[in-house]
Nanobody, 116 residues
Framework: QVQLVESGGGLVQAGGSLRLSCAAS????????MGWYRQAPGKQRELVAT???????NYADSVKGRFTISRDNAKNTVYLQMNSLKPEDTGVYYC??????????WGQGTQVTVSS
């Protein structure tokens, strides 16, 4: 099993920045990709960004150029630097870890609220 603990959410004004962190524990050696998803009220959960263990990244079009995902494999931690935040970035952000056997693990979620 893998446990994920997120931190770093909060309230910020439009144009501001936040940095999310997600630390994995347990069988962290089994993790290949890590990533962030978000869910706005009344909407489905959507991909924000992912990063493979080797460092390749993937971003949703809506966050390209504003968000940066990174990871520290030694600390089993993934980060999401969010700049130029917009009100539409508001939602609960969930950390995801995907094992080499494609099993998904989820964090408890952290709230990000961007005021206009």
């Amino acid at each position: 099993q893998v446990q994920l603990v997120e931190s770093g959410g909060g309230l910020v004004q439009a144009g501001g920045s936040l940095r999310l962190s997600c630390a994995a524990s347990g069988k962290a050696f089994s993790i290949n990709a890590m990533g962030w998803y978000r869910q706005a009220p009344g909407k489905q959960r959507e991909l924000v960004a992912t990063i493979a263990r080797i460092g390749s990244t993937n971003y949703a079009d809506s966050v390209k150029g504003r968000f940066t995902i990174s990871r520290d494999n030694a600390k089993n931690t993934v980060y999401l630097q969010m700049n130029s935040l917009k009100p539409e970035d508001t939602g609960v952000y969930y950390c995801d870890a995907t094992s080499y056997t494609f099993q998904h693990y989820w964090g408890q979620g952290t709230q990000v609220t961007v005021s206009s």
